[in-house]
Nanobody, 124 residues
Framework: QLQLVESGGGLVQPGGSLRLSCAAS????????IGWFRQAPGKEREGVSC????????AYADSVKGRFTVSRDGAKNTVYLQMNSLIPEDTAIYYC?????????????????WGQGIQVTVSS
């Protein structure tokens, strides 16, 4: 069974940091682009960041550029989203998703496999 599991979420103060992990089971991620998406209350889900299978290509939403960094560890079959300088507007449920393609995109429709999501709350 192909499965993605997010971890590392929680409550953090403004200006703080969190690192989200997306671990795969049942398949290896080395041929999949991985996207990170988020959905805030009352808003549509939006693309945050993505990384190509090789790790050589990444993309970020304008709202997180310079603050978030996506990376992958093939040995651990895991993709990470390092989130720094968090602001209350980053509060959302964060999802990772897998797309079997050589490039990554920040649109959710092509992604075939999704994690269950994890809550990130930025508040003082």
């Amino acid at each position: 069974q192909l499965q993605l599991v997010e971890s590392g979420g929680g409550l953090v103060q403004p200006g703080g940091s969190l690192r989200l992990s997306c671990a795969a089971s049942g398949f290896t991620l080395d041929t999949y682009a991985i996207g990170w998406f988020r959905q805030a209350p009352g808003k549509e889900r939006e693309g945050v960041s993505c990384i190509s299978p090789s790790g050589g290509s990444t993309a970020y939403a304008d709202s997180v550029k310079g603050r978030f960094t996506v990376s992958r560890d093939g040995a651990k079959n895991t993709v990470y989203l390092q989130m720094n300088s968090l602001i209350p507007e980053d509060t959302a449920i964060y999802y990772c998703a897998a797309l079997r393609f050589r490039l990554c995109v920040l649109k959710e429709s092509p992604y075939a496999y999704w994690g269950q999501g994890i809550q990130v709350t930025v508040s003082s």
